[in-house]
């Protein structure tokens, strides 16, 4: 049964919970939002996720260091005075929206406009949530209370709202709806952060009275904090990528992630039982070398000496088992990382500066994944280096053990994992079935370009996802291929256009296999968002060059190029800009049909692809195929590799049903009436978790 005094104590948390509680579940459900918010101006790439992510994590760092400042250097009344300050500037700027200043424009890399977007849409509220776990946190701890728990509370909210916005958020509310809840969650949470500093003023004590308890933490132990902090943050970004870039473009997945990373900053401050120093760290160098050594191109069909080191690599290589593997691993260096922060936690006193440094560590990570390895790596390089990262870390926390012996022998072990781990990094380009004959990255992603030469086939490649395919062989090279041959659904349609001048548009370039169909007088226009995409298509494949048709490419997101343009009156307007990452939802609503009719010519052809192993599409476009009273056929073709056709699922809408009578389409059994599920989507509203097969 509790004391009187500490049940006094736990009444006194209450308050100070609740608010912490409420400003990280507002905090983590904010970021999926604007994330979504974002996307029709800059696309749906990991580049615009992880960029958020830097962007959140920056503001997370300045919100502590206001927070460390302001406890360390002004008394409590100050402190409640220009909390309330920023706080009534953050409710100014309610309800999120977009602002015009900072719309993209051409094909430049929109990484400068993308972070002022976000500062000026949601900078004072995210700044202001983010300085009040601290704050308040300091405000308790000045009470000679123990706030660590806290901490964890925090994360677990954090937690829930990442998971709760797919599930009961976005399938329900449209985004104005959304950006309305969260503002009236935000005007509550700025309520209970006066009634926390109203209760906590009369016990609040100048720092002079403040016991003495606890050793000041040492510079070395600072950066300590910094780096067990950052590497965490770079793994679990790089890993974000990797699953949802190179292994599965699943929604939802990067959710995944993130949360085993916030679950173990709750396990580990919230208590000691939890993290288990000597089963971790024996399990972390194993899982470190079997990460690294899958991300080989050749890892899963290797020859072993042992079948069940055949049949493990199988299984590992699989999406299944790399998103097993990897999200285990990323759970395990985290436990290590938090955990061993946890140990070293400082004296309450001591607490803004220790969150003040973890924040900064945080924000190095997503600096070093976000903005240097695009610059400076033509891979995903990040990732083998994150996990060397990681065997250091764990080398450094045994060699520096505060309280126990220093474990040399243990350290030195684990940093000779970690060099094996780094040397390893540099040599998981090799591939004998492929050469790589291009690599380049930039914000959207790495583009690579890989030949075969036994098959005598040439791909250009965005993560798993093919972007065009070509023969070397001269005598085939005219040929189109991959999702765009004679008997796909793009092909059938070009070829039932009518005789003469065609005017044509594609959203998506690839390597330029449309351009194959062109004919004498034909008018091509590409739109695509990645400047890297068309240097590679016009020096590593010969569509463009041979074509017959006049070609151009537009450099830009495709919607709003087509928005900026007068009505183009296309003959056929292909919908093919699906990246390895994430499907581009601004592309597929209501309102982004509308445009593509305006500019397709009276008796015009859209030609939307939607081959997806995850997601079922057509219920979306039958929803626009129904509000705009047009026809459609979806043609769904098989893999003919001698062909170097791949299969695909193409939707074909026009207004003319005769279109349909033309000779490509009669006695194909590859052409079928769309079924008539729908699902809309609009601009405001979105519903993946539907969408999912």
Known sequence: MDTPREASAGNSLLLPAVTIFLSAFL?????????????????????????????????LLLGYLYAHLVVRHLSHARQVRLHGALLVAALLTLPLRLHP????????????????????????PY??????????????????????????????????????????????????SQSWLWSAGFVAFAALVFFVALKSAPEARDDSTVSEVGEAPGFAMKLLWIAFAAVPSVL????????????????????????????????CFDSTRWYRRGFFLTLLPFLLVVMSLSLRPNFRYAEYPVSALSTAAQWLGSVRGQ????????????????????????????????????SLGGALGGLFVAWLAPRIFTTYLELPLGLAAAGAMAALALAWDPGQTR??????????????LGIHSFGLDRDADRIVVARSRNFYGTLAVYDNPERGWRVLAHGTITHGGQFLDPAKADRPSTYYSEDSGVGLALTSLQEGPRKLGV???????????GRPGDQLRFYEINALVEPFARRHFTYLDHGKATTEVVLGDARLSLEAETPQGYDLLAIDAFSSDSIPVHLLTREAFGLYFRHLNPDGVLAVHVSNRYLALQPVVRAAVNTFHKQARVVDTDSDQEEGAY?????????????????????????????GAVLPWRDDFSNLFRALK
Request: aromatic share 14%; net charge positive.
């Open 27 to 59: 905090l983590f459900q904010v970021q999926p939002m604007v994330g979504k918010l974002v996307v029709p101006w800059f696309g749906g790439s990991a580049g615009v996720w992880t960029t958020c992510l830097l962007f959140f994590q920056a503001l």
């Open 101 to 124: 200043w900072f719309r993209p424009s051409g094909g430049t890399e929109p990484l400068g406009r993308l972070l002022g977007l976000l500062l000026v849409t949601i900078g004072l």
């Open 127 to 176: 700044l202001a949530l983010s300085t009040t776990g601290p704050l308040v946190q300091a405000w308790v701890a000045r009470r000679g209370q123990v706030p660590y728990r806290l901490f964890a509370l925090s994360n677990l909210a954090s937690m829930l709202a990442l998971f709760s916005y797919p599930v009961f958020v976005e399938p329900f509310l449209p985004m104005r």
């Open 236 to 267: 679990l970004m790089a890993v974000t990528t990797h699953l949802s870039t190179n292994v599965a473009p699943i929604p939802f997945l990067w959710v995944l992630p993130l949360g085993l990373y916030l679950l173990s900053f709750i396990l």
């Open 323 to 358: 998103v097993a593997l990897f999200s285990l691993g990323l759970f395990v260096a985290c436990m290590v990382a938090h955990g061993e922060l946890s140990r070293r936690r400082p004296h309450p006193r001591f607490l803004t500066g220790f969150y003040l440094r973890l």
């Open 407 to 420: 474990r040399w022998r243990s350290a030195l072990g684990m940093g000779s994992v970690a060099l094996f």
């Open 507 to 517: 959203v998506g370039l690839g390597a330029g296999s449309l351009a194959a169909y």
């Open 647 to 675: 299969g695909s699922t193409w939707v074909l809408i026009s207004r003319d049903e005769a279109f349909f009578s033309r000779p490509a389409f009669q006695n194909n059994e590859d052409v079928k009436h769309l079924p």
